[in-house]
């Protein structure tokens, strides 16, 4: 089936310094591609949604890069705060499927210093 | 803030209990989802449905749990007899289709149960 591989699983960076975390997925099928950020003790907070069709998206504070080719797709935080922490899930969904389930990657623990 | 409204945040349970967790989803959302998510951060799809119907469940739920959406009543999960691996977070999520594009998930703030 299909599967979303997260690197790295823990991230520690300093306060301005940029973060990346990557995901990696299989079905060359995948349309839809999301973050999400999860607090401690909180839900998911959807911080972007990307279709196959847009390969850059920016954020605020961050950037999505969508590479179809290689099938991947990454957050890059560009000058991460204390207020970054969290673990943060990317999610593929792909087009034509059963419904919209969701496959998320194992998440990344992110703890910036300040 | 979610809109996504989940109850209780946190229960407890000895095993062969039942666990009821629910959920209102965000207004106007059609279908809600409901996920697992164990210590490991890994999550598992359990059930989801369009307005009452259900769309698509897996193993596990069939079989020892019991889901429903009632109309102008929250949707509920129900495990009918806690195991020590049930233990986690359940994370309902409602969306406004189940595929496509316009089928992002807006998450609750998930129920954590802890079995004893």
């Known amino acids: 089936g299909e599967q979303v591989e997260q690197r790295p699983p823990h991230l520690s960076v300093r306060e301005g310094d940029s973060a990346v975390i990557i995901c990696t997925y299989t079905?060359?099928?995948?349309?839809?591609f999301f973050w999400y950020k999860q607090e401690p003790g909180a839900g998911l907070q959807l911080l972007m949604k990307?279709?196959?069709?847009?390969e850059i998206n920016e954020g605020q504070g961050f950037t999505v890069l969508l590479n179809k080719k290689d099938k991947q797709l990454s957050l890059n935080l560009t000058a991460a705060h204390p207020g970054d922490s969290a673990v943060y899930f990317c999610a593929v969904s792909s087009y034509g499927s059963s419904g919209n389930k969701l496959i998320f990657g194992i998440g990344t623990l992110l703890s910036v210093k300040p | 803030n979610s809109k996504v409204i989940q109850t209780p945040r946190y229960l407890v349970k000895g095993q062969g209990q039942k666990a009821k967790m629910r959920c209102i989803p965000e207004k106007g959302h059609p279908v809600v989802f409901w996920y697992q998510q164990n210590k490991n951060n890994e999550f598992k799809f359990l059930i989801n449905f369009q307005n009452q119907e259900v769309l698509q469940q897996i193993d596990m739920t069939e079989k020892r749990f019991s889901a429903e959406c009632p109309s102008n009543s929250p949707c509920s999960l129900e495990i009918q007899s806690s195991e020590a691996g049930d233990s986690a977070l359940y994370l309902c999520?409602?969306?406004?289709?189940?595929?496509?594009?316009?089928?992002?998930?807006?998450f609750g703030e998930g129920s954590k149960l802890t079995v004893l």
């Open positions: 990307v279709f196959s069709s847009t």
């Open positions: 079905d060359p099928n995948s349309y839809y």
């Open positions: 999520a409602s969306s406004l289709s189940d595929r496509g594009g316009t089928g992002q998930l807006y």
